[in-house]
Nanobody, 127 residues
Framework: VQLVESGGGLAQPGGSLTLSCAHSGFTWRYYAMGWFRQAPGKEREGVSAISAKQEDLYYADSVKGRFTMASDDAKNVVYLHMSDLKPEDTAVYYC?????????????????????WGQGTQVTVTS
């Protein structure tokens, strides 16, 4: 399984970025996917997750209304569209794949539920 993130970079407060995660090598094509982030000195936290059939979608309270996660099954890519960025969004962002096809509201952000991770992409929000 391979997950490769891209699209990170530098943004000003109020700006936008779109992260992409190209995934390949799954035995089963469809898995629940998640985006996580880790700021220096902090634990990795869940940002958003989507079920395999895109029936369920969850966001952290801190990003609701600003971030949008989407999946393009034809291209094997998941996206994280980030808008109205804030300095506190600065972190390394990781794409992750669960071994489940569904996600639950109580555990979608639990890193232990995800078995495969990308290398991460840095997002820095500063003026």
């Amino acid at each position: 399984v391979q997950l490769v993130e891209s699209g990170g970079g530098l943004a000003q407060p109020g700006g936008s970025l779109t992260l992409s995660c190209a995934h390949s090598g799954f035995t089963w094509r469809y898995y629940a996917m998640g985006w996580f982030r880790q700021a220096p000195g902090k634990e990795r936290e869940g940002v958003s997750a989507i079920s395999a059939k895109q029936e369920d979608l969850y966001y952290a309270d801190s990003v609701k209304g600003r971030f949008t996660m989407a999946s393009d099954d034809a291209k094997n890519v998941v996206y994280l569209h980030m808008s109205d960025l804030k300095p506190e969004d600065t972190a390394v962002y990781y794409c992750a794949a669960s071994r489940r096809t569904w996600i639950g509201s109580s555990w979608w952000s639990d890193t232990r539920e995800y078995g495969d991770w990308g290398q991460g992409t840095q997002v820095t929000v500063t003026s």
